[in-house]
């Protein structure tokens, strides 16, 4: 039976995150990345037109019209991305003390900073640095921004204090690995390798001697004996096979993680409970004279004129993407053919009880989704009433509401981190509260769910995780 010093369960960004930057800062560690899928690089995904062989459809049931979707293979979420790097904002993690709602984050914003710039090095980020108007910044973007397109342009003029250039993970300009964004709003299967992924950015992990990859392996559970994990037990090829660790690393997804802790005999209360992702919208602003689809990339700016403030002690934050592609396709009346600026406004959730990861009599993970919280459905309606006024700067002809978007790949909160072991799962390294030598990375470990998109923030996290397991002190890790 092989032993080894690490056992990270799951290969997507928390996972990545953290063995790189343990690697980076440890020496002589034996370490074993176990993942349920197979090793399909980009190409092969791009010439079958799907991320993964293995559907997410099949991986769990569902009870409740709510999808959930995940993709697992190597690289795990890297894979079907879309590129988009917002920062949490510092009132997210003080949502309790600012606000009287939620909860507080065991770490302030502050504390995470290093971390967010560091992985921001990592991806190759693309970004203005007037972004830091509301998300400070203690260093530069490593890319420049995308082009903005005219509606962003006259936005950005008007607005500057609300309206930046996106964040993202989609060069604007080719770097060592990557090719700038074509712009062409396919970006889960990136034509031109634009996008940051695990194949043109951890290739120093895969191919580390210290790291041996245990590919088409389904981890079924944690081996705890006498307070402490042990070992894995993992599903290859039909049949069960044990390896031991010291130190085990659960970073599958905020579904299949509580599921692995549960039928390892690990059912603290909070387990599983929360699952949760933004409510969003796709609405559609139809422009009076002004053309847009000029941009750079796909979706070219954020709006935050509608994330922070005082009404999120009743309502929900909004955060509005705004969109660079055709997603409506093209007006019908002459000569106004791109007058129409696509949005998605991303709405934060509450974590609720009633929502959550269970499993069934055959030990599969059984997700209930009753449905988003009251919180969330008042932002939605805090953000229609001002949304003309948030883009009064343009000609507006009409808003469409175009509907409630089916899932957008946020799965968070169900194994949230926190002082009291009654509320929480796991510290704030990650670390669960009963068994200390398992440590909990990704999404699942959020306390709230913002409405930024939460891979940056996966990355920032898993970062700090893995900077607190190798014994350094500083809340620098760089």
Same mark, same amino acid.
């Given at each position: 039976m092989s032993h080894y010093d690490i056992i990270v369960i799951g290969s997507g960004f928390g996972s990545l995150f953290f063995l790189k930057h343990y690697l980076d800062t440890t020496e002589h560690s034996r370490v074993a990345l176990v993942e349920w899928g197979d090793d399909r690089p980009p190409e092969q995904q791009r010439m079958d037109r799907r991320n993964s062989t293995i559907a997410s459809t099949d991986c769990h049931q569902e009870i409740g019209s709510k999808a959930w979707r995940?993709?697992?293979?190597?690289?795990?979420?890297?894979?079907?991305?879309?590129?988009? $790097?917002? &920062?949490?904002?510092?009132?997210?993690? &003080?949502?309790?003390s600012e606000y009287g709602v939620l909860e507080d984050w065991p770490f302030d914003y502050d504390?995470?900073?290093?971390?967010?710039?560091?992985?921001?090095?990592?991806?190759?980020? %693309?970004?203005?640095?007037?972004? %830091?108007?509301?998300?400070?910044?203690?260093?530069a973007f490593p890319l420049p921004p995308h082009r903005l397109s005219t509606p962003d342009q006259i936005m950005m003029a008007a607005m500057p204090e609300t309206?930046?250039?996106?964040?993202?993970?989609?060069? %604007?300009?080719a770097t060592s690995t990557r090719n700038p964004c074509c712009a062409s709003a396919v970006c889960g299967l990136c034509p031109v390798n634009a996008k940051f992924d695990a194949y043109n950015g951890f290739g120093d992990v895969f191919q580390n001697e210290r790291v041996d990859l245990i590919l088409n392996a389904q981890v079924r559970e944690i081996d705890v004996q006498?307070?402490?994990?042990?070992?894995?037990?993992?599903?290859?090829?039909?049949?069960?096979?044990?390896?031991?660790?010291?130190?085990?690393?659960?970073?599958?997804?905020?579904i299949q993680s509580p599921a692995i802790l549960l039928r390892s005999g690990l059912d603290l209360s909070p387990t599983g409970r929360g699952l949760c992702e933004q409510l969003s919208y796709d609405v559609e602003?139809?422009?009076?004279?002004?053309?847009?689809?000029?941009?750079?990339?796909?979706?070219?700016a954020w709006h935050y004129g509608l994330y922070d403030g005082p009404h999120r002690r009743n309502a929900a934050a909004t955060l509005v993407q705004v969109e660079n592609h055709m997603k409506f396709g093209l007006r019908t009346e002459f000569g106004r053919w791109r007058q129409s600026l696509p949005l998605v406004l991303h709405i934060e959730?509450?974590?609720?009880? &009633?929502?959550?990861?269970?499993? $069934?009599? %055959?030990?599969?993970?059984?997700?209930?989704?009753?449905?988003?919280?009251?919180?969330?459905?008042?932002g939605f309606r805090h953000a229609m009433a001002n949304l003309e006024r948030a883009f009064a700067p343009l000609p507006i002809e009409e808003i469409v509401v175009h509907g409630q978007r089916e899932t957008e790949y946020h799965l968070q909160c169900s194994?949230?981190?926190?002082?009291?072991?009654?509320?929480?799962?796991?510290d704030e390294t990650g670390l669960h509260h009963q068994v200390r030598n398992i440590q909990v990375v990704g999404s699942a470990v959020f306390p709230t769910c913002p409405p930024a998109n939460p891979s940056l923030t996966i990355a920032a996290v898993s970062l700090r995780s893995a900077h607190k397991l190798a014994g350094k002190g500083s809340e620098c890790c760089v």
């Open positions: 995940y993709t697992i293979g190597l690289g795990g979420g890297t894979n079907c991305w879309w590129g988009q $790097t917002p &920062r949490f904002l510092p009132n997210d993690f &003080r949502m309790k504390a995470l900073e290093p971390y967010y710039l560091h992985a921001e090095k990592i991806m190759q980020i %693309s970004g203005s640095d007037s972004i %830091s108007k509301v998300a400070p910044r203690s260093g309206y930046f250039p996106v964040a993202t993970a989609r060069a %604007s300009r006498a307070g402490l994990a042990r070992g894995v037990v993992f599903e290859r090829g039909g049949k069960d096979q044990h390896i031991t660790g010291d130190h085990i690393v659960l970073g599958a997804n905020a602003i139809l422009l009076e004279g002004v053309d847009n689809f000029d941009g750079g990339t796909y979706t070219a959730d509450a974590p609720q009880t &009633r929502n959550g990861v269970s499993l $069934t009599a %055959s030990g599969e993970p059984l997700v209930r989704h009753v449905d988003h919280s009251d919180y969330a459905k008042a194994l949230r981190m926190g002082t009291d072991p009654a509320q929480s799962v796991v």
